[in-house]
């Protein structure tokens, strides 16, 4: 039973792997329409990064089921199966499972690095519209500094000056 078990878990997390790569891929393309600041391209990007989000949590939905068989193979609770349980138990047989988690994990973490870039990107677009709307309109600068700089940081801008950096 064990051995069908980790058969499912590989193809559930080597779908997954494969739906994480897509959506990396997705995030470059979306940051790469930002910095060429052509926002009109977005509308199909969003549309396939929603629709592998809704794949991501259909498979994680399956994966939440297949743990809770493998906690019951293993006699133990599915909130104690661990990747190292199930290779304790198992052996050899999930090694391959082991290394296709730790190469998820791997995917996930450039994921939520490129998802913080875009994440500073927009907040730095939206900024500077705001930023811009108040030189134009002559408003007085903000006390507190609200655009990003190259160096991430934010920096002020006195009255009908813009706080960007090109």
Known sequence: MMTAILRDLERNI???LSV???IQDLLDRQLDILLRGKAAELGDVLAAAESGMAESGR??????VLIGKAGDALGIPAKEVTLKRIEAAAGAAA?????RGTELKECLARIRETN?????LLRHSVLFLDD????VAGGA???EARTYTRGAVHAG???NQLAAEA
């Not at 811009?132 to 030189?135: D, G, I, K, V």
């Open 14 to 16: 080597e779908s997954e």
């Open 141 to 143: 600068p903000r006390a």
């Open 20 to 22: 994480q790569l897509r």
């Open 157 to 159: 801008a006195t009255a």
């Open 95 to 99: 090694a391959a499972l082991a290394d």
């Open 116 to 120: 913080r870039r875009v994440a500073l």
């Open 59 to 64: 498979l994680e939905a399956e994966r939440l």
């Open 132 to 135: 811009l709307l108040a030189a």
